[in-house]
């Protein structure tokens, strides 16, 4: 009599949860609810949103409140529904592959280090662009390439020391981070505030008037909901160093506790820019510090400073995220066991931080050398934010179509919201419709460079699996 393959199916999948838990028992165990909390906030809270927002006018929230609704908070529901079923180590890989196949799970993984390797070669460009607010005379710095990459360098090197110590000191940067990033929306609705109630801000900073439907609108719509609020994925990379013994319980809670904070801080924000500045004098690089220049001049070098800080701590927790990657791929044998070897004193993967800092200081120096490189970097990082959308669409799909879910209907409905609102963002990211030249030239490049990377992942896979290369996942896998 034959045996149930169901049966089977469950068994496979658990004993590959098993090995997972077991590599992470090796881990240290760091992080409490709070420390998912400030890891949300960090993740999450692009500090430039608020500026392109405000340049919609008035109308901002109405785009606001729609990206919310049918992206963010669907994604919590799908990251707090798969977290509670798999909360492993390395998150969506790990995701990807039980429920998928390892192909597929290493793609992702791919897609996410791709991902935020471009937004750690933007160090240097980030800080030197707000130093001309912290330190009065140093607008020089940010038209200077080669002060451009000894920050890039010096803040990546900077990375690899507070990486390699590990979460013990990561979740405190990352925890002031959180609260740096609140104190600042904080700070600038706190001055925006009295000049809202007394009727005398530059425009109104909310009114909810229904924007035109237009594939201008939908595409601000698709930015503001996958690229501004993206990011809820991040925390689960991070399961198997959690202090809880059932680590699903806080990741759920600090999604539910992260989500209206962070709602209303976009919101809330805007409207404060728009108190301050009309939308077509923002300062997309720097809208936070705009606005406490004119409403709290004595403010301006230490929110500065701090917005730096921020900018370093999100960079930090990137960088923390990325070389885990590497590391639990190698506990598949999909890459060399040097990935996976933890420092024998603060249990981090050496081999893999390493790699990832040698690789964004060699791409942050390429990327200053000259006009056509500048160029070329614009077009992978455009590139790396479709791979990260690629990412999402894949664990909206889990619930919908992977073999062995079983979500309720609200996660199921939850997962076609976000599948359909990232489906939006990747579309309009490929065929853009404003800001281009040529639309057709630059479709074509990016493609072929999603591409040439999506081949280059599937290649390097096959090859590992050829080389004899075994991973524990589901039977229908090659």
Request: glycine residues 10%; positive net charge; aromatic residues 12%.
């Amino acid at each position: 009599m034959k045996s149930d393959p169901r049966v089977f199916d469950e068994q496979q999948f658990l004993a590959a949860e098993h090995q997972v838990e077991r590599e992470s028992a090796a881990l240290k165990k760091e992080l409490r609810l709070g420390d998912l909390v400030g890891i949300q906030i960090v993740n999450i809270v692009g500090l430039f949103w608020v500026g392109t927002a405000g340049k919609l006018g008035s109308s901002h929230v109405m785009f606001w409140l729609p990206a919310v609704l049918l992206f963010y908070v669907p994604s919590g529901i799908v990251v707090a529904h798969l977290a509670k079923e798999m909360p492993l180590e390395g998150g969506l890989y790990q995701w990807a592959k039980l429920r998928f196949n390892p192909l597929i799970g290493f793609l992702v993984a791919v897609d996410l280090w791709l991902y935020n390797l471009f937004v750690i070669c933007k160090t240097g460009l980030v800080v030197a662009d707000n130093a001309g607010y912290a330190v009065g005379g140093a607008s020089w710095i940010s038209s200077s390439k080669l002060a451009i990459v000894a920050i890039g360098a010096v803040a990546i090197c900077g990375l690899m020391l507070l990486a390699w110590r590990g979460l013990s000191l990561g979740k405190w940067v990352n925890n002031f981070g959180g609260f740096a990033i609140v104190f600042l929306f904080v700070a600038m609705i706190a001055v925006a505030l009295p000049r809202w109630f007394h009727g005398t801000s530059a425009v109104a900073p909310i009114a909810f008037t229904f924007p035109a439907v237009s594939l201008l609108n939908l595409n601000l719509l698709g930015k503001m909901g996958f690229g501004a609020l993206g990011g809820f994925d991040g925390v689960a990379i991070f399961a198997g160093e959690c202090r809880s013994g059932d680590p699903a319980t806080p990741i759920r809670r600090s999604v539910w506790l992260a989500a209206p904070l962070i709602s209303l801080m976009f919101i809330a924000g805007t409207a404060s820019v728009l108190t301050f500045v009309r939308p077509e004098s923002i300062d997309l690089v720097a809208p936070m510090t705009q606005v406490l220049k004119l409403g709290a001049p004595g403010l301006v070098t230490a929110s500065a400073l701090l917005l730096i800080f921020s900018l370093l701590t999100q960079n930090a927790l990137s960088f923390s995220a990325m070389i885990r990657l590497p590391m639990v791929a190698g506990w598949d044998h999909l890459l060399p066991s040097w990935f996976s070897r933890l420092d024998p004193r603060y249990r981090t993967p050496v081999g893999s931080l390493l790699f990832a800092g040698v690789v964004g200081v060699v791409i942050s120096i390429l990327a200053n050398v000259g006009a056509g490189n500048q160029e070329a970097f614009q077009l992978l990082d455009n590139a790396g934010g479709i791979l990260y959308a690629f990412v999402y669409l894949v664990m909206f799909v889990i619930p919908l179509t992977a073999r062995g879910e079983k979500p309720s209907w609200p996660v199921s409905a939850a997962a076609l919201s976000g599948f359909l609102m990232t489906l939006l963002y990747v579309v309009l990211s490929v065929f853009p419709i404003i800001d281009v030249q040529n639309p057709w030239v630059f479709t074509t490049k990016l493609l072929i460079v999603v591409a040439g990377l999506q081949s280059a992942g599937a290649a390097y896979y096959w090859r590992a699996m050829r080389a004899g290369a075994t991973v524990d996942a589901s039977p229908d896998i090659v």
